[in-house]
Protein backbone atom coordinates (compact mmCIF):
# COMPACT_ATOMS: atom_id res chain seq x y z
CA UNK A 1 0.00 0.00 0.00
CA UNK A 2 2.85 2.17 1.10
CA UNK A 3 4.16 2.10 -3.13
CA UNK A 4 0.70 3.02 -3.87
CA UNK A 5 0.57 6.10 -1.87
CA UNK A 6 3.90 7.25 -2.88
CA UNK A 7 3.06 7.08 -6.58
CA UNK A 8 -0.36 8.32 -6.42
CA UNK A 9 1.42 11.38 -4.09
CA UNK A 10 3.72 11.42 -6.89
CA UNK A 11 1.41 11.70 -9.57
CA UNK A 12 -0.62 15.10 -7.78
CA UNK A 13 2.26 16.56 -7.63
CA UNK A 14 3.52 15.89 -11.49
CA UNK A 15 -0.02 17.50 -12.12
CA UNK A 16 -0.17 20.14 -9.90
CA UNK A 17 3.61 21.34 -11.39
CA UNK A 18 1.72 20.73 -15.34
CA UNK A 19 -1.41 22.97 -14.23
CA UNK A 20 0.44 25.59 -12.29
CA UNK A 21 2.70 25.75 -16.07
CA UNK A 22 -0.58 25.86 -17.84
CA UNK A 23 -1.89 28.38 -15.54
CA UNK A 24 1.36 30.96 -15.38
CA UNK A 25 2.18 29.95 -19.31
CA UNK A 26 -1.58 31.24 -19.95
CA UNK A 27 -1.26 34.58 -17.13
CA UNK A 28 2.72 35.02 -19.01
CA UNK A 29 1.41 34.75 -22.56
CA UNK A 30 4.21 31.80 -22.47
CA UNK A 31 3.57 28.68 -24.98
CA UNK A 32 5.00 25.78 -22.28
CA UNK A 33 2.85 23.10 -24.03
CA UNK A 34 5.29 20.68 -24.30
CA UNK A 35 6.27 20.58 -21.06
CA UNK A 36 2.90 20.66 -19.56
CA UNK A 37 2.03 17.62 -22.04
CA UNK A 38 4.85 15.93 -20.97
CA UNK A 39 3.99 16.18 -17.38
CA UNK A 40 0.76 15.16 -17.44
CA UNK A 41 1.12 12.11 -19.52
CA UNK A 42 4.14 11.28 -16.77
CA UNK A 43 1.63 12.13 -14.35
CA UNK A 44 -0.72 9.68 -15.54
CA UNK A 45 1.55 6.96 -15.85
CA UNK A 46 2.31 7.44 -12.55
CA UNK A 47 -1.05 7.50 -10.89
CA UNK A 48 -1.74 4.13 -13.52
CA UNK A 49 0.45 2.65 -11.24
CA UNK A 50 -0.63 3.34 -8.38
CA UNK A 51 -4.02 2.63 -9.12
CA UNK A 52 -2.61 -0.67 -10.96
CA UNK A 53 -1.01 -1.47 -7.65
CA UNK A 54 -4.18 -1.50 -5.32
CA UNK A 55 -6.38 -3.19 -8.35
CA UNK A 56 -3.15 -6.20 -7.98
CA UNK A 57 -3.40 -6.38 -4.18
CA UNK A 58 -7.25 -6.06 -3.83
CA UNK A 59 -8.29 -8.32 -6.73
CA UNK A 60 -10.82 -5.61 -7.66
CA UNK A 61 -10.69 -2.36 -9.58
CA UNK A 62 -11.42 1.06 -8.48
CA UNK A 63 -15.20 1.34 -8.25
CA UNK A 64 -16.12 0.50 -4.54
CA UNK A 65 -15.03 3.48 -2.11
CA UNK A 66 -14.99 7.45 -3.12
CA UNK A 67 -11.19 7.21 -2.91
CA UNK A 68 -11.01 4.80 -5.42
CA UNK A 69 -13.63 6.48 -7.52
CA UNK A 70 -12.43 9.84 -7.11
CA UNK A 71 -8.38 8.17 -8.28
CA UNK A 72 -9.81 6.61 -11.22
CA UNK A 73 -11.92 9.59 -12.45
CA UNK A 74 -9.64 12.22 -12.04
CA UNK A 75 -7.02 9.47 -14.01
CA UNK A 76 -9.26 9.23 -16.59
CA UNK A 77 -10.01 13.04 -16.90
CA UNK A 78 -6.59 14.09 -17.04
CA UNK A 79 -6.02 10.81 -19.59
CA UNK A 80 -8.92 12.37 -21.82
CA UNK A 81 -8.09 15.91 -21.76
CA UNK A 82 -4.54 15.13 -22.42
CA UNK A 83 -6.01 13.27 -25.72
CA UNK A 84 -7.80 16.44 -26.55
CA UNK A 85 -4.54 18.84 -25.41
CA UNK A 86 -2.45 16.79 -27.97
CA UNK A 87 -5.04 16.67 -30.80
CA UNK A 88 -6.51 20.59 -30.60
CA UNK A 89 -2.85 22.38 -30.29
CA UNK A 90 -5.14 25.61 -30.50
CA UNK A 91 -7.02 24.96 -27.33
CA UNK A 92 -4.16 24.23 -25.27
CA UNK A 93 -4.55 27.11 -22.63
CA UNK A 94 -7.66 26.09 -21.92
CA UNK A 95 -5.70 23.78 -19.47
CA UNK A 96 -5.20 26.43 -17.35
CA UNK A 97 -9.48 26.11 -16.81
CA UNK A 98 -9.57 22.44 -16.75
CA UNK A 99 -7.39 21.55 -14.43
CA UNK A 100 -8.04 23.83 -11.28
CA UNK A 101 -10.93 21.93 -11.75
CA UNK A 102 -8.68 18.58 -11.49
CA UNK A 103 -7.27 20.02 -8.63
CA UNK A 104 -10.70 20.43 -6.66
CA UNK A 105 -11.08 16.51 -7.18
CA UNK A 106 -7.30 16.05 -6.07
CA UNK A 107 -7.87 17.88 -3.07
CA UNK A 108 -10.69 15.87 -2.18
CA UNK A 109 -9.21 12.24 -3.02
CA UNK A 110 -6.64 13.51 -0.72
CA UNK A 111 -8.69 13.64 2.21
CA UNK A 112 -10.12 10.28 1.56
CA UNK A 113 -9.43 7.41 3.62
CA UNK A 114 -7.44 5.23 1.42
CA UNK A 115 -9.09 2.30 3.36
CA UNK A 116 -10.41 -0.82 1.11
CA UNK A 117 -14.05 -1.83 0.49
CA UNK A 118 -16.67 -4.69 0.34
CA UNK A 119 -16.63 -5.53 -3.63
CA UNK A 120 -20.47 -6.49 -4.22
CA UNK A 121 -21.24 -9.76 -5.92
CA UNK A 122 -23.20 -8.14 -8.25
CA UNK A 123 -19.82 -6.54 -9.36
CA UNK A 124 -19.00 -9.00 -10.67
CA UNK A 125 -19.53 -8.97 -13.89
CA UNK A 126 -18.44 -7.53 -17.56
CA UNK A 127 -21.05 -4.59 -17.70
CA UNK A 128 -18.97 -3.67 -14.32
CA UNK A 129 -16.47 -1.98 -16.90
CA UNK A 130 -18.86 -1.66 -19.68
CA UNK A 131 -20.69 1.15 -17.97
CA UNK A 132 -17.90 2.39 -15.78
CA UNK A 133 -15.80 3.13 -19.12
CA UNK A 134 -18.32 4.79 -20.96
CA UNK A 135 -19.04 7.00 -18.02
CA UNK A 136 -16.07 8.17 -17.75
CA UNK A 137 -15.64 9.07 -21.50
CA UNK A 138 -19.71 11.01 -21.04
CA UNK A 139 -17.37 12.86 -18.36
CA UNK A 140 -14.16 13.52 -19.98
CA UNK A 141 -15.80 15.38 -23.10
CA UNK A 142 -18.64 17.39 -20.95
CA UNK A 143 -15.23 18.35 -18.95
CA UNK A 144 -13.60 19.44 -21.79
CA UNK A 145 -16.63 21.55 -23.34
CA UNK A 146 -16.29 22.78 -19.63
CA UNK A 147 -12.83 24.33 -20.43
CA UNK A 148 -14.14 25.81 -23.68
CA UNK A 149 -17.01 27.12 -22.54
CA UNK A 150 -15.22 28.60 -19.22
CA UNK A 151 -12.24 30.24 -21.88
CA UNK A 152 -15.74 31.60 -23.38
CA UNK A 153 -16.80 32.79 -19.80
CA UNK A 154 -13.48 34.08 -18.65
CA UNK A 155 -12.62 36.46 -22.37
CA UNK A 156 -16.21 38.39 -20.89
CA UNK A 157 -13.37 40.34 -18.70
CA UNK A 158 -10.82 42.50 -19.92
CA UNK A 159 -8.16 40.36 -18.13
CA UNK A 160 -9.54 36.86 -19.39
CA UNK A 161 -9.65 38.57 -23.42
CA UNK A 162 -5.94 39.02 -23.13
CA UNK A 163 -4.93 36.21 -21.06
CA UNK A 164 -6.83 33.53 -23.35
CA UNK A 165 -6.94 35.31 -26.91
CA UNK A 166 -4.32 33.39 -28.44
CA UNK A 167 -7.59 30.61 -28.74
CA UNK A 168 -9.63 30.87 -31.59
CA UNK A 169 -13.09 32.90 -31.05
CA UNK A 170 -16.16 32.42 -28.97
CA UNK A 171 -18.02 31.08 -31.99
CA UNK A 172 -15.57 28.66 -32.67
CA UNK A 173 -14.77 27.42 -29.02
CA UNK A 174 -18.52 27.17 -28.68
CA UNK A 175 -18.53 24.97 -32.02
CA UNK A 176 -15.96 22.44 -30.63
CA UNK A 177 -17.70 22.66 -27.24
CA UNK A 178 -21.13 21.43 -28.64
CA UNK A 179 -18.85 18.35 -30.58
CA UNK A 180 -18.11 17.31 -27.42
CA UNK A 181 -21.18 17.33 -25.61
CA UNK A 182 -22.84 15.44 -28.67
CA UNK A 183 -20.07 13.29 -27.98
CA UNK A 184 -20.66 13.61 -23.89
CA UNK A 185 -24.59 12.20 -25.49
CA UNK A 186 -24.25 9.51 -27.05
CA UNK A 187 -21.58 8.08 -24.49
CA UNK A 188 -23.87 8.71 -21.77
CA UNK A 189 -26.82 7.40 -23.73
CA UNK A 190 -24.37 4.48 -23.85
CA UNK A 191 -23.62 3.92 -20.08
CA UNK A 192 -27.26 4.47 -19.32
CA UNK A 193 -28.22 1.64 -21.73
CA UNK A 194 -25.46 -1.02 -20.33
CA UNK A 195 -26.04 0.13 -17.26
CA UNK A 196 -29.89 -0.82 -17.11
CA UNK A 197 -28.46 -3.87 -18.42
CA UNK A 198 -26.37 -4.26 -15.59
CA UNK A 199 -29.61 -3.53 -13.27
CA UNK A 200 -31.49 -6.37 -15.11
CA UNK A 201 -29.35 -9.24 -14.09
CA UNK A 202 -28.31 -8.15 -10.92
CA UNK A 203 -31.38 -6.58 -9.63
CA UNK A 204 -34.31 -8.09 -11.47
CA UNK A 205 -35.12 -4.61 -13.01
CA UNK A 206 -33.78 -2.36 -15.99
CA UNK A 207 -35.19 0.26 -14.48
CA UNK A 208 -36.10 1.47 -10.90
CA UNK A 209 -35.52 5.48 -10.56
CA UNK A 210 -33.38 4.61 -7.48
CA UNK A 211 -31.16 7.77 -6.89
CA UNK A 212 -28.17 7.31 -9.43
CA UNK A 213 -30.52 6.35 -11.79
CA UNK A 214 -32.73 9.34 -11.21
CA UNK A 215 -29.77 11.89 -11.46
CA UNK A 216 -28.18 10.36 -14.29
CA UNK A 217 -31.22 10.59 -15.93
CA UNK A 218 -31.38 14.36 -15.55
CA UNK A 219 -27.86 14.75 -16.29
CA UNK A 220 -29.07 12.92 -19.57
CA UNK A 221 -32.37 15.14 -20.14
CA UNK A 222 -30.29 18.09 -19.22
CA UNK A 223 -27.64 17.55 -22.08
CA UNK A 224 -30.39 16.62 -24.34
CA UNK A 225 -31.87 20.01 -23.46
CA UNK A 226 -28.56 21.65 -24.36
CA UNK A 227 -28.04 20.39 -27.62
CA UNK A 228 -32.01 21.25 -28.84
CA UNK A 229 -31.70 24.31 -27.77
CA UNK A 230 -28.20 25.24 -29.47
CA UNK A 231 -29.97 23.69 -32.45
CA UNK A 232 -33.34 25.74 -32.14
CA UNK A 233 -32.25 28.81 -30.67
CA UNK A 234 -29.02 29.48 -31.48
CA UNK A 235 -27.28 30.95 -28.55
CA UNK A 236 -24.70 33.00 -27.67
CA UNK A 237 -21.52 30.93 -26.89
CA UNK A 238 -22.13 32.29 -23.69
CA UNK A 239 -25.24 30.29 -23.17
CA UNK A 240 -23.86 27.74 -24.73
CA UNK A 241 -21.42 28.13 -22.11
CA UNK A 242 -23.52 27.96 -18.82
CA UNK A 243 -25.26 25.21 -20.03
CA UNK A 244 -22.33 23.20 -20.72
CA UNK A 245 -21.46 24.07 -17.18
CA UNK A 246 -24.78 22.98 -15.75
CA UNK A 247 -24.37 19.67 -17.35
CA UNK A 248 -20.86 19.10 -15.82
CA UNK A 249 -22.61 20.30 -12.40
CA UNK A 250 -25.48 18.22 -12.78
CA UNK A 251 -22.91 14.97 -14.17
CA UNK A 252 -20.40 15.67 -10.98
CA UNK A 253 -23.40 15.57 -8.45
CA UNK A 254 -24.73 12.30 -9.97
CA UNK A 255 -20.85 10.59 -9.91
CA UNK A 256 -19.80 11.93 -6.64
CA UNK A 257 -22.41 12.84 -4.53
CA UNK A 258 -25.35 10.71 -4.85
CA UNK A 259 -23.79 7.44 -4.39
CA UNK A 260 -22.30 8.04 -1.42
CA UNK A 261 -25.19 10.08 0.30
CA UNK A 262 -28.07 7.61 -0.56
CA UNK A 263 -28.64 3.94 0.58
CA UNK A 264 -30.07 3.02 -2.39
CA UNK A 265 -29.16 -0.72 -3.82
CA UNK A 266 -27.84 0.84 -7.03
CA UNK A 267 -24.64 0.79 -4.97
CA UNK A 268 -24.60 -2.65 -4.69
CA UNK A 269 -24.93 -2.70 -1.00
CA UNK A 270 -27.23 -5.62 -0.53
CA UNK B 1 -22.24 9.18 -49.24
CA UNK B 2 -25.57 10.61 -49.86
CA UNK B 3 -25.58 11.72 -45.88
CA UNK B 4 -22.67 13.09 -46.75
CA UNK B 5 -23.46 15.38 -49.36
CA UNK B 6 -26.57 16.88 -47.68
CA UNK B 7 -24.59 17.55 -44.86
CA UNK B 8 -22.33 20.10 -46.56
CA UNK B 9 -25.26 21.75 -46.95
CA UNK B 10 -26.86 21.75 -43.79
CA UNK B 11 -30.31 22.61 -42.97
CA UNK B 12 -30.01 25.92 -40.83
CA UNK B 13 -32.07 25.83 -37.57
CA UNK B 14 -35.67 25.38 -37.54
CA UNK B 15 -37.22 25.19 -40.98
CA UNK B 16 -40.74 26.21 -41.34
CA UNK B 17 -43.36 22.90 -41.90
CA UNK B 18 -43.43 20.93 -45.18
CA UNK B 19 -45.77 18.76 -45.24
CA UNK B 20 -46.99 18.15 -49.21
CA UNK B 21 -50.25 18.90 -50.51
CA UNK B 22 -52.24 18.38 -47.16
CA UNK B 23 -54.72 20.78 -45.81
CA UNK B 24 -52.97 24.36 -44.70
CA UNK B 25 -54.68 24.29 -41.02
CA UNK B 26 -53.72 20.50 -40.43
CA UNK B 27 -50.41 21.53 -41.69
CA UNK B 28 -50.61 24.55 -38.82
CA UNK B 29 -51.96 22.35 -36.15
CA UNK B 30 -49.50 19.54 -36.70
CA UNK B 31 -46.54 22.23 -37.06
CA UNK B 32 -47.58 24.06 -33.83
CA UNK B 33 -47.88 20.77 -32.10
CA UNK B 34 -44.24 19.95 -33.56
CA UNK B 35 -42.82 22.96 -32.70
CA UNK B 36 -39.22 22.38 -31.57
CA UNK B 37 -39.51 25.22 -28.92
CA UNK B 38 -42.23 23.23 -27.39
CA UNK B 39 -39.69 20.75 -27.17
CA UNK B 40 -37.95 22.41 -25.25
CA UNK B 41 -40.47 23.60 -22.43
CA UNK B 42 -41.31 19.53 -22.43
CA UNK B 43 -38.13 18.28 -22.22
CA UNK B 44 -37.96 20.71 -19.05
CA UNK B 45 -41.51 19.51 -18.08
CA UNK B 46 -40.74 16.21 -18.16
CA UNK B 47 -37.36 17.00 -16.09
CA UNK B 48 -39.39 18.24 -13.34
CA UNK B 49 -41.86 15.81 -13.44
CA UNK B 50 -38.72 13.32 -12.93
CA UNK B 51 -37.50 15.61 -10.07
CA UNK B 52 -40.80 15.69 -8.44
CA UNK B 53 -41.57 12.05 -8.73
CA UNK B 54 -37.88 11.59 -6.86
CA UNK B 55 -39.13 13.77 -4.23
CA UNK B 56 -42.36 12.17 -3.85
CA UNK B 57 -44.35 15.69 -4.93
CA UNK B 58 -46.34 13.51 -7.66
CA UNK B 59 -47.46 10.12 -8.22
CA UNK B 60 -44.58 8.76 -10.38
CA UNK B 61 -46.95 6.80 -12.92
CA UNK B 62 -48.82 9.81 -14.26
CA UNK B 63 -46.38 12.34 -13.34
CA UNK B 64 -44.12 10.67 -15.77
CA UNK B 65 -46.44 9.31 -18.21
CA UNK B 66 -48.61 12.70 -19.19
CA UNK B 67 -45.03 14.39 -20.57
CA UNK B 68 -43.92 11.31 -21.65
CA UNK B 69 -46.73 11.02 -23.99
CA UNK B 70 -46.91 15.12 -24.71
CA UNK B 71 -43.38 14.73 -26.16
CA UNK B 72 -44.11 11.62 -27.80
CA UNK B 73 -46.66 13.70 -29.36
CA UNK B 74 -44.54 16.52 -30.47
CA UNK B 75 -41.82 14.39 -31.29
CA UNK B 76 -44.06 12.30 -34.02
CA UNK B 77 -45.94 15.55 -35.24
CA UNK B 78 -42.15 17.29 -35.54
CA UNK B 79 -41.24 14.09 -37.21
CA UNK B 80 -44.27 14.55 -39.81
CA UNK B 81 -43.67 18.14 -40.47
CA UNK B 82 -39.82 19.24 -40.67
CA UNK B 83 -37.68 18.84 -43.85
CA UNK B 84 -34.36 18.33 -41.57
CA UNK B 85 -36.47 14.44 -40.78
CA UNK B 86 -36.21 13.74 -44.32
CA UNK B 87 -33.02 15.54 -45.11
CA UNK B 88 -30.95 14.03 -42.43
CA UNK B 89 -31.88 10.14 -42.55
CA UNK B 90 -30.11 9.30 -39.06
CA UNK B 91 -31.64 12.03 -37.05
CA UNK B 92 -35.07 10.27 -38.13
CA UNK B 93 -33.69 6.89 -37.28
CA UNK B 94 -32.71 8.47 -34.21
CA UNK B 95 -36.48 10.04 -33.31
CA UNK B 96 -38.08 7.45 -34.64
CA UNK B 97 -36.47 4.78 -32.22
CA UNK B 98 -37.18 7.55 -29.45
CA UNK B 99 -40.98 6.68 -30.10
CA UNK B 100 -40.20 3.10 -30.40
CA UNK B 101 -38.91 3.29 -26.84
CA UNK B 102 -41.34 5.66 -25.50
CA UNK B 103 -44.29 3.06 -26.78
CA UNK B 104 -42.74 0.13 -25.70
CA UNK B 105 -42.39 1.41 -22.24
CA UNK B 106 -45.93 2.28 -22.73
CA UNK B 107 -46.53 -1.25 -23.55
CA UNK B 108 -43.97 -2.83 -20.86
CA UNK B 109 -45.88 -1.24 -18.24
CA UNK B 110 -48.90 -2.34 -19.29
CA UNK B 111 -48.00 -5.79 -18.99
CA UNK B 112 -45.36 -6.14 -16.86
CA UNK B 113 -45.24 -8.44 -13.95
CA UNK B 114 -43.13 -8.42 -10.63
CA UNK B 115 -43.21 -9.96 -7.29
CA UNK B 116 -41.65 -12.58 -4.67
CA UNK B 117 -41.67 -15.43 -3.46
CA UNK B 118 -40.22 -17.73 -1.37
CA UNK B 119 -38.99 -21.60 -1.49
CA UNK B 120 -37.62 -24.08 1.09
CA UNK B 121 -34.92 -26.45 -0.41
CA UNK B 122 -36.32 -29.46 -2.22
CA UNK B 123 -40.00 -27.36 -2.75
CA UNK B 124 -41.56 -26.64 -6.18
CA UNK B 125 -42.72 -23.30 -7.22
CA UNK B 126 -46.43 -23.60 -7.43
CA UNK B 127 -47.22 -20.26 -9.40
CA UNK B 128 -48.10 -18.23 -6.23
CA UNK B 129 -46.37 -15.56 -5.26
CA UNK B 130 -46.16 -13.72 -1.74
CA UNK B 131 -46.28 -10.29 -3.12
CA UNK B 132 -46.99 -9.28 -7.29
CA UNK B 133 -47.51 -6.09 -8.68
CA UNK B 134 -48.26 -6.52 -12.45
CA UNK B 135 -49.68 -4.10 -15.18
CA UNK B 136 -53.64 -4.19 -16.22
CA UNK B 137 -52.81 -5.87 -18.83
CA UNK B 138 -50.26 -8.80 -17.79
CA UNK B 139 -51.79 -12.55 -18.70
CA UNK B 140 -50.37 -14.72 -16.31
CA UNK B 141 -48.80 -18.09 -17.38
CA UNK B 142 -47.20 -18.63 -13.93
CA UNK B 143 -49.21 -21.68 -13.67
CA UNK B 144 -47.25 -22.70 -16.73
CA UNK B 145 -43.54 -22.07 -14.66
CA UNK B 146 -42.38 -25.21 -12.82
CA UNK B 147 -38.84 -24.51 -10.43
CA UNK B 148 -37.36 -26.11 -7.75
CA UNK B 149 -35.10 -25.20 -5.41
CA UNK B 150 -32.33 -27.55 -4.89
CA UNK B 151 -30.34 -25.58 -1.92
CA UNK B 152 -27.97 -22.75 -2.39
CA UNK B 153 -24.52 -21.31 -0.41
CA UNK B 154 -23.71 -17.83 0.18
CA UNK B 155 -20.79 -16.55 1.25
CA UNK B 156 -19.88 -13.97 3.77
CA UNK B 157 -16.56 -11.93 3.13
CA UNK B 158 -14.96 -10.97 7.04
CA UNK B 159 -17.35 -8.21 8.15
CA UNK B 160 -20.51 -10.12 7.35
CA UNK B 161 -20.63 -8.51 4.18
CA UNK B 162 -22.60 -10.81 1.62
CA UNK B 163 -20.58 -12.39 -1.37
CA UNK B 164 -21.16 -15.15 -3.81
CA UNK B 165 -24.76 -16.36 -3.74
CA UNK B 166 -24.92 -19.84 -5.52
CA UNK B 167 -28.47 -21.54 -5.90
CA UNK B 168 -28.97 -24.77 -7.89
CA UNK B 169 -32.43 -25.38 -8.82
CA UNK B 170 -34.11 -27.93 -11.67
CA UNK B 171 -36.26 -26.28 -14.00
CA UNK B 172 -39.35 -27.83 -16.45
CA UNK B 173 -39.29 -26.89 -20.02
CA UNK B 174 -41.96 -25.98 -22.72
CA UNK B 175 -41.44 -29.69 -23.78
CA UNK B 176 -42.19 -30.81 -20.05
CA UNK B 177 -38.25 -31.94 -19.39
CA UNK B 178 -36.67 -31.37 -16.50
CA UNK B 179 -33.61 -29.78 -16.42
CA UNK B 180 -30.61 -28.55 -14.37
CA UNK B 181 -29.26 -24.56 -14.40
CA UNK B 182 -27.02 -22.47 -11.39
CA UNK B 183 -28.49 -19.52 -10.42
CA UNK B 184 -26.99 -16.48 -8.42
CA UNK B 185 -25.74 -13.17 -8.63
CA UNK B 186 -26.30 -11.36 -12.24
CA UNK B 187 -27.52 -14.91 -13.39
CA UNK B 188 -31.44 -15.38 -13.45
CA UNK B 189 -33.89 -18.39 -14.28
CA UNK B 190 -35.51 -17.65 -17.53
CA UNK B 191 -38.93 -19.59 -18.08
CA UNK B 192 -41.73 -18.47 -20.21
CA UNK B 193 -40.09 -14.62 -20.24
CA UNK B 194 -40.36 -14.92 -16.21
CA UNK B 195 -36.81 -13.74 -14.97
CA UNK B 196 -36.18 -15.48 -10.93
CA UNK B 197 -33.52 -13.71 -9.31
CA UNK B 198 -32.03 -14.88 -5.83
CA UNK B 199 -32.47 -12.31 -3.22
CA UNK B 200 -30.45 -11.62 -0.13
CA UNK B 201 -33.94 -12.39 1.81
CA UNK B 202 -32.92 -15.76 2.98
CA UNK B 203 -32.98 -17.96 6.10
CA UNK B 204 -33.61 -21.22 8.27
CA UNK B 205 -37.00 -22.79 7.52
CA UNK B 206 -37.92 -25.65 10.39
CA UNK B 207 -39.77 -28.90 8.48
CA UNK B 208 -43.01 -30.45 10.67
CA UNK B 209 -45.12 -32.89 10.86
CA UNK B 210 -48.37 -32.05 11.74
CA UNK B 211 -51.06 -34.47 12.88
CA UNK B 212 -54.27 -32.81 13.82
CA UNK B 213 -56.12 -34.26 16.91
CA UNK B 214 -58.97 -37.25 15.79
CA UNK B 215 -56.68 -37.76 12.51
CA UNK B 216 -54.26 -39.78 11.41
CA UNK B 217 -52.98 -38.21 8.46
CA UNK B 218 -50.18 -36.27 9.06
CA UNK B 219 -49.51 -32.70 7.20
CA UNK B 220 -46.16 -32.18 6.41
CA UNK B 221 -44.72 -28.48 5.62
CA UNK B 222 -42.43 -25.74 6.68
CA UNK B 223 -42.43 -22.34 8.46
CA UNK B 224 -40.10 -19.66 6.85
CA UNK B 225 -38.36 -17.72 9.92
CA UNK B 226 -37.20 -14.38 9.31
CA UNK B 227 -34.67 -13.51 7.07
CA UNK B 228 -30.97 -14.46 8.09
CA UNK B 229 -28.56 -12.55 8.74
CA UNK B 230 -30.50 -9.66 8.92
CA UNK B 231 -32.51 -10.80 11.85
CA UNK B 232 -30.45 -13.34 13.00
CA UNK B 233 -31.42 -12.08 17.21
CA UNK B 234 -34.95 -12.39 16.02
CA UNK B 235 -35.26 -15.96 15.00
CA UNK B 236 -39.08 -16.36 15.73
CA UNK B 237 -42.71 -16.82 14.38
CA UNK B 238 -46.25 -17.26 15.65
CA UNK B 239 -47.89 -19.32 13.01
CA UNK B 240 -51.03 -21.70 13.05
CA UNK B 241 -50.92 -25.58 11.98
CA UNK B 242 -53.62 -26.22 9.30
CA UNK B 243 -57.18 -26.78 11.43
CA UNK B 244 -55.75 -25.49 13.71
CA UNK B 245 -57.33 -22.45 16.06
CA UNK B 246 -54.78 -21.32 18.48
CA UNK B 247 -50.87 -20.36 17.35
CA UNK B 248 -47.83 -22.04 18.14
CA UNK B 249 -44.78 -19.18 18.83
CA UNK B 250 -41.89 -20.88 17.65
CA UNK B 251 -38.02 -20.05 17.83
CA UNK B 252 -34.86 -21.24 16.54
CA UNK B 253 -31.66 -21.36 19.07
CA UNK B 254 -28.87 -21.59 17.76
CA UNK B 255 -26.08 -22.62 20.00
CA UNK B 256 -23.00 -21.51 17.58
CA UNK B 257 -21.54 -18.59 15.76
CA UNK B 258 -22.66 -19.18 12.64
CA UNK B 259 -21.26 -16.11 10.89
CA UNK B 260 -17.78 -15.49 12.40
CA UNK B 261 -17.41 -11.69 11.33
CA UNK B 262 -13.21 -12.04 11.55
CA UNK B 263 -13.50 -14.68 8.73
CA UNK B 264 -14.88 -15.82 5.17
CA UNK B 265 -17.59 -18.14 5.73
CA UNK B 266 -20.31 -19.51 4.26
CA UNK B 267 -23.63 -19.27 5.53
CA UNK B 268 -25.20 -23.07 6.57
CA UNK B 269 -26.99 -24.82 8.85
CA UNK B 270 -25.89 -24.94 12.64
CA UNK B 271 -24.65 -28.36 14.11
CA UNK B 272 -26.85 -27.72 17.33
CA UNK B 273 -29.89 -26.18 17.48
CA UNK B 274 -33.11 -26.48 19.52
CA UNK B 275 -36.90 -25.31 18.71
CA UNK B 276 -38.66 -23.51 21.78
CA UNK B 277 -41.74 -23.42 21.22
CA UNK B 278 -44.63 -21.69 23.04
CA UNK B 279 -48.27 -22.77 23.28
CA UNK B 280 -51.29 -22.07 25.72
CA UNK B 281 -48.83 -20.78 28.21
CA UNK B 282 -46.46 -23.58 28.11
CA UNK B 283 -42.68 -24.03 26.82
CA UNK B 284 -41.96 -26.83 24.75
CA UNK B 285 -38.02 -27.43 22.91
CA UNK B 286 -37.66 -29.97 20.06
CA UNK B 287 -34.87 -31.15 18.80
CA UNK B 288 -34.88 -32.67 15.41
CA UNK B 289 -37.01 -36.05 15.45
CA UNK B 290 -38.86 -35.15 18.53
CA UNK B 291 -42.49 -34.14 18.71
CA UNK B 292 -44.47 -33.03 21.31
CA UNK B 293 -48.74 -33.48 21.37
CA UNK B 294 -50.77 -29.61 21.89
CA UNK B 295 -54.25 -29.38 22.84
CA UNK B 296 -55.41 -29.51 18.77
CA UNK B 297 -52.65 -31.95 17.53
CA UNK B 298 -49.33 -33.47 17.37
CA UNK B 299 -46.46 -31.30 16.42
CA UNK B 300 -43.50 -33.79 15.49
CA UNK B 301 -40.37 -31.66 14.34
CA UNK B 302 -38.53 -33.20 11.18
CA UNK B 303 -35.19 -30.87 11.01
CA UNK B 304 -34.06 -27.48 9.68
CA UNK B 305 -33.61 -26.23 6.13
CA UNK B 306 -33.28 -23.18 4.60
CA UNK B 307 -35.88 -20.97 2.73
CA UNK B 308 -34.30 -18.82 -0.72
CA UNK B 309 -36.41 -15.56 -1.24
CA UNK B 310 -36.73 -15.04 -5.45
CA UNK B 311 -37.78 -11.93 -6.83
CA UNK B 312 -39.68 -12.23 -10.08
CA UNK B 313 -39.86 -10.41 -13.04
CA UNK B 314 -41.82 -10.33 -16.76
CA UNK B 315 -41.62 -7.48 -19.01
CA UNK B 316 -41.91 -8.93 -22.89
CA UNK B 317 -40.40 -5.07 -24.00
CA UNK B 318 -36.86 -6.19 -22.88
CA UNK B 319 -35.15 -7.11 -25.87
CA UNK B 320 -37.25 -4.85 -28.07
CA UNK B 321 -36.32 -1.52 -25.51
CA UNK B 322 -32.83 -3.15 -25.77
CA UNK B 323 -32.63 -3.22 -29.82
CA UNK B 324 -34.54 0.45 -29.99
CA UNK B 325 -32.01 1.93 -27.35
CA UNK B 326 -29.46 0.36 -29.99
CA UNK B 327 -30.22 1.93 -33.07
CA UNK B 328 -30.83 5.21 -31.07
CA UNK B 329 -27.67 5.31 -29.90
CA UNK B 330 -26.32 3.82 -33.46
CA UNK B 331 -28.00 6.44 -35.33
CA UNK B 332 -26.92 9.44 -33.09
CA UNK B 333 -23.22 8.94 -33.94
CA UNK B 334 -23.87 8.37 -37.33
CA UNK B 335 -25.45 11.38 -37.22
CA UNK B 336 -23.33 13.34 -35.38
CA UNK B 337 -20.30 11.85 -36.94
CA UNK B 338 -21.14 12.36 -40.59
CA UNK B 339 -21.97 15.86 -39.62
CA UNK B 340 -18.44 16.41 -37.94
CA UNK B 341 -17.12 15.07 -40.23
CA UNK B 342 -18.21 16.52 -43.89
CA UNK B 343 -17.36 19.91 -41.46
CA UNK B 344 -14.13 19.55 -39.95
CA UNK B 345 -14.03 22.14 -36.91
CA UNK B 346 -12.73 25.01 -38.46
CA UNK B 347 -11.06 26.62 -35.29
CA UNK B 348 -7.39 25.52 -35.31
CA UNK B 349 -6.44 27.32 -38.19
CA UNK B 350 -9.18 29.88 -38.92
CA UNK B 351 -10.15 33.15 -36.27
CA UNK B 352 -8.95 33.72 -33.59
CA UNK B 353 -10.44 36.27 -30.42
CA UNK B 354 -7.91 38.75 -31.42
Known amino acids: MKAEMILLWSAIVTYTVAGSIAITGVVLRKRPEGTVLALMLFGLALHGASIGLRWERLGHGPFITMFEILSSNIWSLLAMFALVYWRFPAVRPAAAIVLPILFVMMGWLVMQSPRDGHFPPTYKTVWLFIHVGLGKVFLGAVLISVGLGGVVL ?117 | MRIARTLRKPVAGPAKPDFGGAAPAAVASLGRIGSLRLTLWLIALFAIAVAASYQGIAQPTWALAAPLALLAANLAAAVATHPSFRKQSALLVFHLALLAIIGLLAAGRLTYLKGNLELSDGQTFDGVLTERENGPLHRDALERVAFTNLGFSVE ?15 WRDARGEWRGAEIGDNAPLVIEGYRFYTTFNK ?32 QALEWTPPGATRSLWTMLEIGEVLLDPDQRVTLRLPREHTLVIRAAGRRVELRPGESHAFAEGRLRYEGLRMWMGYSVFYDWTIPWLLAACVVAVLALAWHFGAKFLAEPWQGGDAETAT
Not at chain 1, 155 to 178: H, N, T, V
Not at chain 1, 204 to 225: I, Q, S
Not at chain 1, 244 to 266: D, E, N, Q, R
Request: proline share 5%.
Open chain 1, 154 to 270: ARASERGAAWFARLPGDRALDELAYRFLALGLIFETLMLVAGAIWAQDAWGRYWAWDPLETWAFLTWLMLVFSLHLRFTLKPAPRVGALLAMGVFCLAFLTFFGVPFISKAPHQGAI
Open chain 2, 156 to 170: YAAGVRRAATVNQVR
Open chain 2, 203 to 234: GFAPQFGWTARGSTEEQRGTIHLPSYPINQLQ
